[in-house]
Each structure stands twice: as structure tokens, then as C-alpha cells.
């Protein structure tokens, strides 16, 4: 039922000239799957007519040397969150595979909508904007965008080409882990600018499903209880019948693919969303922005509360007993669990001077711990620091924070008790002893 919509699109807009995308939606932009050069010009236009938050990067090119754009999107005129403290990072890519279409279009249609949504005033999205950046990567596979095909142009199946768990079973995986320029460029990017992302999501086109890692194995995720909170908020908020679940059971068994290489190496909560597969050459009857509405208002609630996937802890008060222990009550805001974390004493010039057992803060839960300081030090000019990770998942980034000075508390070894009458009491059971004694010698002689 698509066949003749679609023709009548595709050659009737085949006369239009070029719409620019901030004139979104028209029967082109809404209509028509992008080529690299229509998402060139696109992103280009963006970039020019936006320039106070679209920034335009190359991570690379392709085997046929097309640049892998990245569209940054932020308020540039804000280097920090309106806070002071750094700004949140969200990584999206698409078009892995060049024949699914609609997942290329997806990540087009997020970026689309954050860049007109900042145009129209919207405050949602200038919240999001002054206190995000979201870097994406609409068209990762250009060489096989171009011919509709799913490989690239050295006939590999790039979300099989990552290094994790990469595995010459998987069907046309490459000579080798990132033997492709394209997965390498990508992970190179990830690592040179979003080491410190909290949402990684690669758009995909094929079974509707939000699969979260693992693929190479059936078992949960270290963090399963952050990926089990984001499947009961959407189903709750946005849509029941989106099926949110581990990819190894949710789609099949894979290896190599970039979702688990930002969860497993990169630490990142990460995502494989794929939209329906019912796709026809090169456009689609229904408009772009209603078939994916659903999964655009995912997006949004992902980036939107992309502070909560991850631990952070508040501390609600620090007791230190000199030369005793340290009692801490510690409460955890963020989604994610952390399994390690620590206290930390460090100089006026951030030396480590001493650190604490570890500790644990499930998820939106409190915790009291009590650990021995006897051999704390304090020192003129030094501070209290926590030191945790962001999640379980072992690849998951270390942080340091400083603990408000408010909430500490420190005292003198506890003398109460005992101690200060220990020296009367001792004196007036030895003089009592010593009449005993002297006694029974007395009538023991006579």
C-alpha cells in the first residue's frame, strides 16, 4: 500500500529544489530517506543559520572518503550548566547498517528537533540545550547509505566490527576488530570527547524494540536495575507496548556491536533502538516525524533525564571521631548503583592523604556507614572528597566530589564513661584491699 505514495513522492519531489531544513515539515525533509549530500547540506545549514548552538565536526571518513558528520548541539554561550558544574553529554549515532533508513532518519529527526525547538523559544528545550550537549552522528555507514546496502563498501557488517567480544562467527565481521575506518572513527571519537557521556543510543532499523546490553550473552547487565527503572518509566509514561529489554533475548545473539562496546569499554548506559523495518526504496508515505513519533518521545525522556543514569551521591553528614571512625550518611539521587565508592582526605594542594574502606549506594536509596579513621590525620588546609563510580559496570568513569563542608562534623575521642572516674574507683578498691589483707595476716599471727 506504500508503492504508489512513495513513487508519487519521490518523482514529484525529484523537480523541487533543495528545502532547507529549518523549513521542516515539508513534503521532502518529512518524505524522503537523506543521502550523505542532502544530510550534508542540511547539517551545513544548521551550522550557518544556527551558529549559537549547532557546531558541524568531521570524525572521519568513510572507505570512500565521506566525511562522518557530527552535529554538536548546545548553547554555546554557556561552557557550564547554569550551576557552574559541567555540562551533561548524550552520544547518538545512526545508519550503522546503510539500508535502514529510518534509523538514520531518527537521529536526523532528534537533532532536528532540539535545533527547531531552541528556534521556536521552547523552554524544554533551552533547558536541555543550556545544560547539555548532544553530540550525534546521523549517518555513520555513507558508502552504504548510498547504494542501499547494509554493509560498507568492503562488504562488512560494521555493528559487528567493534572490539568487544569480536568474533570471526559473526557473519561478515571484518578482517579484524575496527578494521573498518568507520567503527574506528566512531570509537575514536567516543574516546577522545565522550568519555564522560552518560546516554550513548545507536539508531538501528529492524525489530521495534529499546534493547540495552548484553548481545554476546543472555545474562543481565551489571546495571540492570538503571535499565529496569528507564523500561517501567516508559511503559508508565509513553508507550506500554514498546518492548524494552536485553538485546541477546530482545532481538539475537551478537557480537562486536557498538551498543555493547559503549556499555563494556566505554561505560556508558547504552542503547540499540530499532524503529519498524517496513521501509520502501527511498522514502516513506507516512510522515517521517508521526511513524517515529513514539520513538522520538523516548529520546526525549532519555535526554531529558540523562542526570539520573548515573550514581550520585549527596552527603547528608560526615561525624568524624579523631583517632576512632567516621560515620557517614550518604544518599544516592541518581538511577545507578555504586558499588565502590570511598571517602577521601587530601591536602590543600590534592594530594591523597588517606581514603576509607569502600562502601556501597544502591540506587535512589540512603546509606549509613561506619568506618574506621584511627588512622586519620588532619592536617591544616585539607578537605574531605568522595571517590565512586558512575555505575557498576567496571568500565564505568571514576569522579571526584567535594563533600560540603556544612555537613561535617568532627570531635575529640569520646572520654565519657568510665574513663574519668576510673583513677577514684581503683584508689578506694586498693585501699580496701590492702585493710583486707592486713587483717587476715593480724589474726592469722595471734
Do not use: C
Not at 545512526?94 to 535545533?115: K, S
Not at 546516554?199 to 554476546?216: K, N
Amino acid at each position: 500500500m506504500r508503492v504508489i505514495p512513495v513513487l508519487f513522492l519521490l518523482l514529484a519531489s525529484s523537480a523541487m529544489p533543495m528545502v532547507n531544513a529549518q523549513g521542516q515539515p515539508d513534503i521532502v525533509q518529512e518524505h524522503w530517506y537523506h543521502s550523505w549530500s542532502t544530510l550534508t547540506a542540511d547539517a551545513h545549514d544548521w551550522m550557518v543559520e544556527n551558529p549559537e548552538i549547532v557546531e558541524l565536526r568531521s570524525a572521519g571518513e568513510t572507505v570512500q572518503g565521506r566525511d562522518q558528520w557530527v552535529v554538536v548541539i548546545t548553547d554555546e554561550s554557556m561552557e557550564t550548566k547554569t550551576d557552574g558544574t559541567p555540562k551533561e553529554m548524550v552520544y547518538i549515532d545512526g545508519g550503522h547498517h546503510g539500508n535502514e533508513h529510518l534509523g538514520t532518519e531518527l537521529a536526523f529527526l532528534v537533532a532536528e528537533y532540539y535545533i527547531e525547538g531552541w528556534i521556536a523559544g521552547d523552554e524544554d528545550v533551552i533547558e536541555v540545550l543550556q545544560n547539555t550537549e548532544l553530540h550525534i552522528m546521523i549517518l555513520l555507514n555513507a558508502d552504504g547509505n548510498d547504494i542501499d546496502s547494509r554493509w560498507n563498501i568492503n562488504q562488512v557488517d560494521l555493528n559487528r566490527n567493534y572490539d568487544h567480544h569480536w568474533t570471526t562467527d559473526e557473519t561478515a565481521s571484518g578482517s579484524g576488530p575496527f578494521s573498518e575506518p568507520e567503527t574506528l572513527n566512531n570509537a575514536d571519537y567516543m574516546n577522545e570527547f565522550m568519555v564522560d557521556a552518560d546516554l550513548y543510543v545507536t539508531m538501528h532499523t529492524g525489530t521495534w524494540i529499546l534493547a540495552y546490553p548484553w548481545g554476546f550473552t543472555g545474562e543481565m547487565p551489571s546495571d540492570y536495575e538503571l535499565f529496569e527503572h528507564i523500561r517501567d518509566t516508559i511503559h508508565e509514561t509513553i508507550d506500554a507496548d514498546l518492548p524494552v529489554r536485553n538485546a541477546n533475548a530482545g532481538i539475537y545473539p551478537t557480537h562486536g556491536t557498538s551498543r555493547d562496546y559503549g556499555y563494556g569499554v566505554m561505560g556508558y548506559p547504552t542503547f540499540t533502538f530499532e524503529t519498524d523495518d517496513e521501509q520502501f526504496l527511498l522514502g516513506t508515505a507516512e510522515e517521517l516525524s508521526s511513524r517515529l513519533s513514539t520513538e522520538l518521545d523516548v529520546m526525549r525522556y532519555l535526554i531529558s533525564n540523562v542526570w539520573y543514569w548515573r550514581a550520585r551521591l549527596q552527603v547528608n553528614s560526615l561525624d568524624l571521631a579523631i583517632g576512632d571512625k567516621m560515620t557517614l550518611d550518604v544518599t544516592n539521587l541518581g538511577h545507578a548503583s555504586t558499588s565502590n565508592a570511598s571517602v577521601q582526605y587530601v591536602d590543600s594542594e590534592g594530594i591523597e592523604l588517606w581514603t576509607s574502606d569502600n562502601f556501597s549506594v544502591n540506587a535512589t536509596n540512603s546509606t549509613v556507614a561506619v568506618l574506621p579513621a584511627d588512622n586519620l590525620t588532619l592536617v591544616d588546609g585539607g578537605v574531605f572528597q568522595l571517590y565512586y563510580q558512575k555505575r557498576v559496570i567496571d568500565a564505568s568513569t571514576w569522579v571526584n566530589e567535594s563533600i560540603n563542608q556544612t555537613a561535617i562534623d568532627i570531635s575529640e575521642p569520646d572520654d565519657s564513661g568510665w574513663l574519668p572516674f576510673a583513677s577514684p574507683i581503683w584508689a578506694i578498691l586498693a585501699i580496701g584491699l590492702a585493710g583486707y589483707k592486713r587483717n587476715k595476716h593480724f589474726n592469722a599471727d595471734y
